[in-house]
């Protein structure tokens, strides 16, 4: 991933150095192994631990001439000055992705942390801006359309509802994708004793794979993808909102603009919802490399390499952007701008149609059919858009609906309150009391 999107904790752990330190790392855990087995003498191993170590530069040069960067590095560590005889048990019993593997996963495991931390701050962030916003009512859309008065704090609510869900996934997905194998050649620990696997597993703190391969399978690759990128796109449907929201003719919320910030080159008053459409951006990334990861799924027999150079693009990538986004974002809805005014006057701006519903309902409770009822109140919610006539004066002035309806009765119809009588119900249910 470019700098321009990278943090440097995650950026840190794609590094070439942190990724050869993982390799370096498999290899001496598996050398510990079968010294606990004792199939190596413990004195090497001890050695091997304090003084094994690579250049990059010297791995750069070797793969220019082996075509293979397992075999460049393993020779690469073998040719440590500090090293004696015991540099011939690197890379003793494995083959190459029995490291790559278990290391990638390790790798993974390490961006996991971090994403895990970063979720669990988005979903405390959108928790306490929707139980701030609890009561501040707005104007429910659908089809971009007013429908019925709602309040700000539900949709939040509604994030943090879905943002839970995520990290369920993502949980899901991070047991699964935290997996190691060293099985060999095929699969068949032909070469390896399977209690090697076990404690390299165990010491990097990831679970051993039942059965494998050469390689782990990549659905596991492509459940992880799916969830990153699920987590993506629950962010852009969330900033697609906050974009909607700060459109000029609705400004109900604004994205947080500072001291010396430029909307525009040409237009000096523009004031962008940038952050926002950048997650949107984004998100078309992290779907990307899902599909990515699914191609990688199908690889042929006991395995290729045909996953490996887009593994090597699509895993730091998304890692660093998912990272990237919600700490974006979090920024974004922490500093978000609300206008309560600006709601309850876009709410007026449909002539009170927004209270259709309502009449409807006391009219039919008031013992006509609905469709007589509907038929009733449609002509007049017409003339109040099409005339700009209030739908409440029209509604006053109907002698039908008059002569079910009160005056009290009306009046309570066009009552914004009720129609979020039941949020303390949902917050609670939401555990957001």
Not at 1 to 12: C, F, K, P, S, V
Not at 198 to 206: K, Q, S
Not at 215 to 222: F, I, P, S, V
Request: with cysteine; charged share 30%; glycine share 6%.
């Amino acid at each position: 991933m470019i700098e321009r999107y990278t943090r440097q904790e995650m950026g840190a752990i794609w590094t070439e150095e942190n990724k050869y330190r993982a390799w370096l790392e498999v290899e001496i855990l598996a050398c510990e192994a079968w010294a606990e087995i004792g199939d190596i003498p413990k004195e090497d191993v001890i050695k091997l631990r304090a003084n094994a170590d690579f250049d990059i530069e010297r791995i750069y040069e070797i793969e220019k001439e082996t075509r293979h960067d397992v075999v460049a590095f393993t020779r690469a560590v073998s040719e440590t000055k500090a090293l004696g005889e015991e540099r011939k048990w690197v890379h003793y019993g494995l083959t190459s992705t029995d490291v790559v593997d278990t290391a990638l996963s390790y790798l993974i495991k390490q961006a996991n942390e971090i994403l895990r931390k970063d979720l669990n701050k988005f979903i405390q962030i959108i928790a306490k801006k929707a139980k701030e916003h609890k009561k501040t009512v707005c104007m429910g859309r659908t089809h971009g359309v007013h429908a019925e008065p709602t309040t700000f704090g539900l949709k939040l609510a509604l994030w943090h509802e879905e943002m839970k869900r995520n990290i369920e996934r993502f949980e899901a997905a991070a047991a699964v994708i935290e997996v190691g194998k060293m099985s060999g050649a095929v699969g068949t620990y032909a070469n390896i004793d399977p209690r090697v696997e076990a404690y390299v597993c165990e010491n990097l703190g990831l679970a051993a794979a039942p059965i494998s391969t050469q390689t782990l399978q990549r659905d596991r690759h492509a459940q992880y993808f799916s969830t990153l990128a699920l987590i993506a796109t629950s962010i852009e449907k969330f900033a697609t909102e906050v974009r909607g929201l700060q459109k000029s003719e609705t400004r109900e919320v604004e994205e947080g603009f500072a001291k010396g910030q430029k909307g525009s080159s040409a237009m000096p008053h523009k004031r962008n919802p940038i952050g926002s459409e950048n997650m949107t951006g984004m998100a078309r990334l992290m779907r990307g490399y899902m599909v990515t990861a699914f191609e990688n799924v199908s690889l042929w027999h006991e395995r290729d390499i045909s996953h490996s150079s887009a593994e090597r693009v699509i895993i730091p990538d998304a890692t660093i952007t998912l990272n990237y986004m919600l700490n974006r974002f979090s920024n974004i809805i922490e500093n978000l701008s609300v206008f309560p005014e600006n709601m309850k006057r876009n709410m007026e701006r449909t002539f009170g149609l927004i209270y259709s519903q309502r009449i409807l309902l006391a009219l039919i409770g008031k013992g006509l059919v609905r469709e007589e009822a509907y038929d009733t109140v449609q002509p007049l919610t017409a003339r109040s858009w099409d005339e700009q006539i209030q739908f409440r004066l029209l509604v006053e002035a109907d002698e039908k609906i008059t002569s079910y309806l009160s005056p009290e009765e009306i009046n309570d119809c066009f009552d914004y309150n009720y129609h979020i009588q039941n949020v303390d119900l949902i917050f609670e249910r939401l555990g957001l009391n």
